[in-house]
């Protein structure tokens, strides 16, 4: 029988796959799911590429390229010279493995699979343990108004290196998306026990998610104590733009300014040492630990933390029933 999921964990790319795998390897084998984002996901050379599945896909397949975080350890780039020689563009790195997942999808999609069911196939093909569900499985797009104007994600992210300045975000779709049945089934199930948002990135990562329709709603209806780890670390991010979108939103990149873009759906936040100071402002419960995870020592670390949080919270929710 497959394990029922205890641990539902919010999750971007890079960032989220480190915390992701923490939990994957605290928690019994099976008891986890990873709600992903796909508002990264694109149409390129034909091709629908969904950036972060695909990581969380090879980080807990065992396959990922561990000093990039992202892409296969065991790659060759045959296909990228050969498109490069032609002049075609060469902007987004494809290697050749990785190419077959974006073809096998597309033609999946092109069928009329679902993105879920045919994910899910994906990664029982990668031996992953944790069950991978896409925040929808309609497309939905993050789209950033920009001085260079309205940028799709990619174009921002990768082509132009998050160089110009943020105005605004958007998800181009969202309203049409909902949450899955796989992901409500998760969240009415009685096993659940904790929602961890990974310390991906808010604006790009965890919003597309919760603008679907719905999904806040029914994350919370879950009743699950649902906990936050923080992407800073003293004030800046370990990796990305998320400090310098919200210096250009004009918001301080500060353990308050997550605590409070949160409101409303988190119950605590684990937050860095380094922030230990903020933690009493904060009007929720806060758990303080070494959040940088370098290490796969490090990634349990921080799972255990969050974990920890949770089970404080439901303790705490249970006393005062009682
Ligand atoms: P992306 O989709 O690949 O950009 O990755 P995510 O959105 O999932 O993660 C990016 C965020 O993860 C950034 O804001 C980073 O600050 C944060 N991050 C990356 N590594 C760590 C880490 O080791 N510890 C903490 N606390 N945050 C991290």
Redesign the pocket.
């Known amino acids: 029988m497959t394990p029922a999921i205890t641990v539902l964990a919010l999750?971007?790319?890079?960032?989220?796959?480190?915390l992701a795998l923490g939990l994957e390897r605290v928690l019994p084998a099976g008891e986890l799911a990873v709600l992903v984002?796909t508002g990264?996901d694109f149409t390129h050379l034909g091709l629908r590429i969904c950036?972060?599945l695909d990581?969380l896909l090879y980080t807990l397949g065992g396959v990922v390229h561990t000093g990039q975080?992202?892409g296969r350890a065991d790659e060759s780039f045959g296909f990228m010279e050969e498109l490069r020689r032609q002049g075609g563009p060469d902007w987004f790195l494809l290697g050749d493995r990785d190419l077959v997942l974006h073809v096998e999808r597309t033609r999946r999609l092109a069928a009329g699979e679902r993105l879920t069911v045919l994910m899910a196939e994906f990664a029982q093909r990668f031996g992953v343990r944790s069950r991978l569900l896409p925040m929808s499985d309609t497309p939905v797009a993050t789209l950033l108004d920009t001085e260079a104007g309205e940028l799709e994600f990619q174009h921002y992210?990768v082509r132009l290196r998050c160089t110009p300045q943020v105005r605004a975000l958007r998800f181009a779709g969202a309203a049409q998306a909902r949450p899955t049945d796989e992901l409500l089934n998760v969240l009415h199930s009685k096993a659940l026990q904790a929602v961890i948002l990974?310390?991906?990135?808010p604006y790009?990562?965890i919003d597309p998610i919760l603008a679907v329709p719905g999904m806040r709603a029914a994350l919370r209806a879950s009743g699950v104590p649902i906990i936050a780890?923080?992407?800073?670390?003293g004030g800046r991010?370990?990796?990305?733009p998320?400090a310098k979108i919200m210096q250009e939103l004009g918001i301080e990149a500060s353990p308050a300014s997550i605590a409070s873009h949160y409101a409303g759906l988190i119950d605590g936040l684990v937050l860095?040492h380094a922030d230990a100071a903020h933690a009493e402002a904060l009007a929720m419960p806060v758990l303080c630990t070494d959040?940088?995870?370098?290490t796969l020592a490090?990634r349990e670390r921080?799972a255990a933390a969050a974990l920890e949080l949770a089970t404080a919270l439901s303790r705490s929710r249970a006393r005062s029933r009682a």
């Open positions: 999750s971007g790319g890079v960032g989220g796959a480190k984002n990264d950036p972060d990581t975080g992202w992210f990974c310390p991906s990135n790009l990562s780890v923080s992407p800073l670390i991010a370990v990796k990305g998320t860095d959040t940088l995870m370098s490090d921080v």
